[in-house]
């Protein structure tokens, strides 16, 4: 059975830090594109990050950053532990949404973040940045 679940959501001044968690199950995590998604209410959703997989290319471990969070946000995967984080800092509260985790098996070398793309999806965490 796959699973996605997204941990680490939460409330945070403006300035603060966040660290995201995305712990997948049921596939073969190592071959896996995994994304960070965000969706704001009354927005679309948007792309915010990605680690493509690990196949023994180089490309493996490339990483992507949407323009409005390039410089603040890292991501990182343990594949270990079928894991990936998303190190979240100088959080601003236009970074406040749901955050999502989701894996594509599709995309080879560099990732993306077409939402199309990913097959699996979490339920999604609350990241809320306020005063």
């Known amino acids: 059975q796959v699973q996605v679940v997204e941990s680490g959501g939460g409330s945070v001044q403006p300035g603060g830090s966040l660290t995201l968690s995305c712990a997948a199950s049921?596939?073969?995590?190592?071959?896996?594109?995994i994304g960070w998604f965000r969706q704001a209410p009354g927005k679309e959703r948007e792309g915010v990050s990605c680690?493509?997989?690990?196949?023994?290319?180089?490309?493996?471990?490339?990483?992507y950053y949407a323009d409005s969070v390039k410089g603040r946000f890292a991501i990182s995967r343990d594949n270990a532990k079928h894991t990936v984080h998303l190190q979240m800092n100088s959080l601003k509260p236009e970074d406040t949404a749901v955050y999502y985790c989701a894996a594509d098996p599709w995309t080879l070398g560099e990732c993306t973040v077409r939402g199309q793309d990913y097959d699996y999806w979490g339920q999604g965490t609350q990241v809320t940045v306020s005063s």
């Open positions: 049921g596939f073969l995590f190592d071959y896996y594109t």
């Open positions: 680690i493509s997989s690990s196949t023994g290319s180089s490309s493996d471990g490339s990483t």
